[in-house]
C-alpha cells in the first residue's frame, strides 16, 4: 500500500499530468467565483474536456477543479458580501464584517490558509480511509452492494434540505430516467419507444448539465446588477496568518467535521460549514463578536467545506456511493472509463486512488497559494453580472454535451432538463437525490440481478452486511419522522438562530419559492403520472427486464402520491387559515413553503414568482433558438450570431463589448480543436 502511496506521487512528476492538474486548479478557481456553480459546475464543465484522455489526466484535472472551488468563492463573500456559493455564505458573516471595518486582507488571509489547510485535512482523512475501509469494502458481496446503492439513494433524499418525501421522488425519478436505454441484464430496449437515440440511454453530461447547469443560467440570467459599492482590498496579508496560527484547533475541527459530513449522502458542504460555524459559536466563551468580524467564524467553516469535498470520495470510491451531485459525476465517468467503484477500486486501481490523495493535496495548496497572488484580478470577475456570463457559460455546457455521444440529440434533451430542472429547483425538490438515483440506476439492477440469482429467495437478507445497511435505512427516515412530528407538536420560538433559516436568507432567492404553489402541485402531479406511466408501459418487457422498472415505478408512484396529499392538504389548511383570519397576510404558512415566501405579502410572491418565470422562458427559447441555428449553420455560426444578440438585448450591453466578446469566444472555439479532443457540431449548411 505504502509502494502505491510513493508510486502516484512519482506519476505526479509527470509533466502531462502537472499541466492537467493546474489547467483544473485554475477552472476550478475561476468557476468558483461565478455565483450558483460551485464544485457541480466546476465538474460539469471540465468533465466533457476529459473525453478522450486516459484517467490518470482526466482525474487530476477534475480533482484539481474540485478542491479549490470552495478556496475562491470566498473573494466575493469577503469583498461583496454575496457568496459564490451556498457554503460561502457562512463565511460571509464574519468575513464581510471584517472587510467593511478595513480588513479585507486579513479575512481573506484567513480564509485561504483554512481552506488549504481542510484540503490537506481532507486529503489524509481520505488517505486513512483507504487502509482502514480495505477489508471491509473486500468482504462485500452481491447483495450488501445493492444495499448500498439503495442507501446511496435513500440517503440523499432523506439528509437533503427540506422536505423528505420531495427528496424521495426526485431519487425515484432519476432512477427511472437512469432505467431508460438497454436492460443490463437481458439486452432488452426500454422505454427507448422504437428511437435508436434513446435505445443508448440518457448522457450523463446531459442530465447533469441540464438539470443544474441550465437550470442555474436561467434562473440567475435576470441578475443584471451586482453589490452597489465593494469594499476595498485594504488590510495586511500578515495579521490574518498570524492570527491564522492561534485558531489551528478551529482549524482541525472544522476539517474534522466537513469529513463527517462529506461521508454522509446528501449533507454537502453547506451543511458542514453551518455545523462548522455552530461548534466554533457552541465551544466559543466569548460569543458577541460572532457576525461582527469575528476570525473563528472564518476558519472553522473554510476548514469544513473544503474537507468536504474529500470526505465526499470516501464513499464515492470505496463502496461506490456519492454523497453528492460532483462525486455523482466522478462516479459516472469512472464508470464510462470501465473503472468499477467498491472493491475493483481497492484491488485493481490502488494507484489511482493514491494519485487523487496527491492531486487532492497539493491542488489545495497551490490553489491557496495562486489565492494570495491573485486577488485583485479574481474580485474583478466578481462584478461581472451572471447575464453577461450566460452566453459564454451555455456555450461552453453545450459544447461539452455532444463530446459524449456526438449527437445533436444531447443538446435537445440538456435544454428540456434544464426546464425539469428549473421547476425543481423553484418548486423546492432537491435535484442531488435525482443526479446520484440517475448514476445509480443500472449498477442498482446489475447487482440485484446478481443477489437474485445467486441466493434462494429472500435468504440473502439475512446476512450480517445487510442487515446493517437496512438498520441504517430506516433510522435516518424515523429521526425524520421524529423531528417532523415534534415540529407539528407546536415548538415555541425561544428566538435561536436557526441555522438553515439563515442559510436560505443568503441563498438563492429562486431556491423553493414555488413551494406550496399549483407550480409544485403540478409538479407532483406530472410525477404522478410518469411513475403510473412507467408502470404501464413496463409490462410489456420480459420478465427480467421489468423487475427494476416495475419496482421504481411501484416505489415511486407511492411517494409521490404521498406528495400530491402534502400539497393538497398545505392548500386546505392555507385556505381554512385565510377564512379565520382574513388580514394576516402570513402567505406560505401552509406545509413546503420556504422561509423566503413568508417574508414578503402574497402580491409580491406573485410578481416574483411571474417575473422568475418570464425570464426562465425566454432564457430557455434563446437556448432552443441556438440549437436550431447549430443545426442550420453548424456550432461556430450559431454562437458568433446568438452571443452578440443575447448580450445586446438580454444583458443589455454596449455594442463594443458584445462584438468583443463574441470575437473572443469565436476564436476559442476556432483553435479548441487543435488543443483538446473536441469536436464542433456541424450544420446542415456545412
Known amino acids: 500500500m505504502t509502494d502505491a502511496a510513493f508510486s502516484a506521487l512519482g506519476s505526479l512528476a509527470d509533466p502531462s499530468l502537472l499541466v492537467m492538474l493546474a489547467i483544473g ?79 479585507a486582507k486579513r479575512a481573506l488571509s484567513l480564509a485561504f490558509l483554512s481552506s488549504m489547510a481542510g484540503g490537506v485535512i481532507g486529503a489524509i482523512g481520505l488517505t486513512l480511509a483507504i487502509p482502514l475501509a480495505r477489508p471491509l469494502v473486500l468482504s462485500f458481496g452481491s447483495p450488501e452492494l445493492f444495499m448500498l446503492t439503495i442507501l446511496g439513494v435513500s440517503l440523499a433524499a432523506v439528509l437533503s434540505r427540506g422536505n423528505v418525501v420531495k427528496g424521495l421522488t426526485a431519487g425515484f425519478l432519476g432512477l427511472l430516467l437512469g432505467l431508460v436505454g438497454t436492460s443490463p441484464t437481458t439486452a432488452e430496449e426500454r422505454f427507448s419507444f422504437g428511437s435508436l437515440f434513446l435505445s443508448d440511454g440518457f448522457s450523463l453530461v446531459a442530465v447533469a448539465l441540464g438539470i443544474f447547469g441550465l437550470a442555474e443560467i436561467a434562473s440567475r440570467v435576470g441578475q443584471r446588477r451586482v453589490a452597489e459599492k465593494p469594499v476595498e482590498l485594504t488590510g495586511g496579508w500578515g495579521s490574518g496568518i498570524r492570527e491564522w496560527l492561534t485558531h489551528w484547533t478551529q482549524v482541525i475541527r472544522g476539517g474534522l467535521i466537513g469529513i463527517w459530513a462529506g461521508v454522509l449522502p446528501g449533507v454537502g458542504a453547506t451543511a458542514g460549514t453551518w455545523l462548522a460555524y455552530g461548534q466554533a459559536v ?126 445533436l440529440g444531447d443538446l435537445w434533451v440538456m435544454v428540456v432538463l434544464g426546464v425539469v430542472g428549473f421547476f425543481l429547483k423553484a418548486t423546492g425538490m432537491p435535484r442531488a437525490p435525482f443526479l446520484i438515483g440517475f448514476v445509480l440506476a443500472i449498477p442498482m439492477e446489475r447487482y440485484y440481478y446478481l443477489t437474485a440469482n445467486l441466493y434462494d429467495g429472500t435468504s440473502w437478507m439475512t446476512r450480517p452486511g445487510v442487515l446493517v445497511f437496512a438498520a441504517l435505512l430506516v433510522v435516518p427516515a424515523l429521526w425524520a419522522l421524529v423531528k417532523r412530528l415534534r415540529g407539528a407538536s407546536g415548538a415555541v420560538d425561544d428566538g435561536h438562530r436557526d441555522e438553515h433559516a439563515a442559510e436560505d436568507a443568503d441563498g438563492d432567492e429562486l431556491e423553493g419559492s414555488m413551494a406550496g404553489t399549483r407550480w409544485s402541485a403540478a409538479v407532483a402531479l406530472v410525477a404522478v403520472a410518469l411513475f403510473a406511466g412507467a408502470f404501464w408501459v413496463s409490462g410489456s418487457f420480459s420478465a427480467e427486464a421489468r423487475l427494476m422498472p416495475r419496482l421504481v415505478a411501484v416505489c415511486g408512484l407511492a411517494v409521490a402520491l404521498a406528495l400530491v396529499w402534502q400539497e393538497l392538504r398545505g392548500r386546505w389548511r392555507d385556505a381554512r387559515s385565510a377564512d379565520d383570519e382574513p388580514d394576516d397576510h402570513r402567505a406560505g404558512a401552509g406545509a413546503g413553503r420556504t422561509v423566503l415566501a413568508t417574508r414578503v405579502a402574497p402580491t409580491d410572491v406573485a410578481v416574483a414568482q411571474s417575473h422568475d418565470l418570464v425570464i426562465a422562458a425566454r432564457t430557455f427559447a434563446a437556448m432552443a433558438a441556438f440549437l436550431v441555428l447549430v443545426t442550420v449553420g453548424g456550432y461556430l455560426a450559431a454562437t458568433l450570431v446568438f452571443t452578440p444578440v443575447f448580450l445586446l438585448y438580454a444583458a443589455r450591453v454596449r455594442p463594443r463589448t458584445a462584438v468583443v466578446y463574441t470575437l473572443v469566444l469565436g476564436l476559442v472555439l476556432l483553435v479548441l480543436p487543435s488543443l483538446l479532443p473536441v469536436d464542433l457540431p456541424l450544420g446542415l449548411l456545412q
Request: proline share 7%.
Open 282 to 407: 457552541a465551544t466559543a466563551k466569548d460569543k458577541r463578536k460572532f457576525g461582527k468580524g469575528d476570525p473563528r467564524g472564518i476558519v472553522g467553516p473554510e476548514s469544513a467545506n473544503n474537507s468536504v469535498e474529500a470526505g465526499d470520495l470516501i464513499p464515492t470510491f470505496l463502496f461506490g456511493i456519492p454523497g453528492g451531485v460532483p462525486s455523482a459525476m466522478l462516479l459516472g465517468m469512472l464508470l464510462t472509463y470501465g473503472i468499477q467503484p467498491g472493491p475493483a477500486i481497492v484491488t485493481d486501481h490502488l494507484d489511482l486512488m493514491y494519485l487523487i490523495v496527491w492531486a487532492f493535496a497539493i491542488a489545495s495548496v497551490a490553489g491557496a497559494f495562486l489565492c494570495f497572488l491573485a486577488t485583485g484580478s479574481l474580485a474583478k470577475l466578481t462584478k461581472v453580472p451572471f447575464a453577461v456570463l450566460g452566453p459564454g457559460l451555455l456555450v461552453v455546457m453545450l459544447l461539452g454535451a455532444f463530446q459524449e455521444g456526438g449527437q
Open 25 to 103: 486548479v485554475v477552472a476550478g478557481l475561476v468557476i468558483g467565483l461565478i455565483p450558483g456553480l460551485g464544485g457541480t459546475g466546476a465538474v460539469a464543465i471540465l468533465l466533457p474536456v476529459t473525453f478522450g484522455m486516459d484517467p490518470e489526466p482526466a482525474l487530476a484535472m477534475l480533482i484539481g477543479a474540485l478542491a479549490v472551488v470552495h478556496t475562491s468563492d470566498t473573494v466575493a463573500a469577503v469583498l461583496l458580501g454575496a457568496p459564490g456559493s451556498a457554503s460561502a455564505s457562512v463565511t460571509m458573516l464574519d468575513g464581510y464584517a471584517m472587510a467593511r471595518q478595513g480588513q
